[in-house]
């Protein structure tokens, strides 16, 4: 899973065409369907930072999860100016820990997908289930078969921007179901004009929903509901992105024993 090493320095550069304000208030309106209005909520491949500190923003009590220490130096100066008190921590979503439960987990844009066996799935989906609170929801997007094989493939994007562009070469194997990004960067340094390139591989795994939910119910977690993103509509054949709800479950009766 090594991988936003470079790529951190210009990552919000490439993604400024995320609506992250729109994404703040599509996965709070969640949130509050399902009684989190607030409280602590822990955000699981936070990256640099730009939706953690939107829901900051918006009365929750966050923590931040990522294991690149580059994209959290970013959203450590991101809190700094916002003067939030999240929490964030540099940690494998794979084996995390925290100190108490939490009252909901989000994960978003794709980090999910960056977990290439069935079996550290189903662990991610088991430490969710044990830090939420009884009762409390799991929110995250995943990317789908269908954007793999259709819209990615075995294409070449690129981008030139002058502080910098990327060459992102996608390879996709349908058999395993692993896409492989072959990612070479070329970053501005200082003001001569000179750009380093840099080079990192990313790999990302196709999940059907139907393997998703069985990881995740055979970790606890019951499945409360998926649908295409950014939408309340039933997932299609032709979703690139979904979203789904989990929900926790075991804390009440362990409690009633």
Not at 139 to 164: C, S
Not at 239 to 254: D, Y
């Amino acid at each position: 899973m090594e991988a936003y090493t470079s790529f951190a320095q210009v990552y919000d550069l490439f993604q400024d065409n995320i609506p992250y304000d729109s994404w703040c208030a599509y996965l709070a309106g969640l949130l509050g369907e399902y009684g989190i209005d607030g409280g602590l909520v822990l955000d699981l491949g936070c990256g640099t930072g730009c939706l953690t500190e939107r829901l900051a923003a918006r009365g929750f009590d966050m923590i931040g999860i990522d294991q690149s220490q580059e994209m959290l130096g970013i959203a450590m100066e991101r809190k700094d100016i916002s003067g939030s008190s999240t929490l964030y921590l540099c940690q494998d979503m794979r084996e995390f820990e925290l100190y108490g439960t939490v009252a909901a987990v989000i994960s978003a844009c794709d980090c999910l997908n960056y977990i290439t066996e069935p079996a550290e799935l189903g662990e991610v989906f088991r430490l969710v289930n044990n830090y939420l609170d009884p009762g409390g929801v799991f929110l995250f997007d995943m990317n789908t078969p269908y954007k793999y094989e259709v819209l990615l493939a075995d294409h070449t994007f690129a981008e030139v921007r002058e502080e910098g562009s990327f060459i992102w070469e996608n390879f996709y194997d349908e058999e395993s179901g692993i896409n492989e990004y072959d990612l070479t960067l070329f970053i501005r340094e200082g003001s001569g004009g000179c750009y380093r390139r840099f080079r990192e591989t990313h790999y990302q795994r196709a999940y059907t929903l139907a393997e998703v939910r069985r990881a995740a119910e055979e970790a606890g977690l019951i499945w409360e509901a998926a649908y295409d993103a950014f939408t309340k509509e039933p997932v299609r054949g032709d979703s690139e992105r979904v979203h789904v709800i989990l929900r926790e479950q075991g804390k009440e009766a362990v409690r009633g024993r």
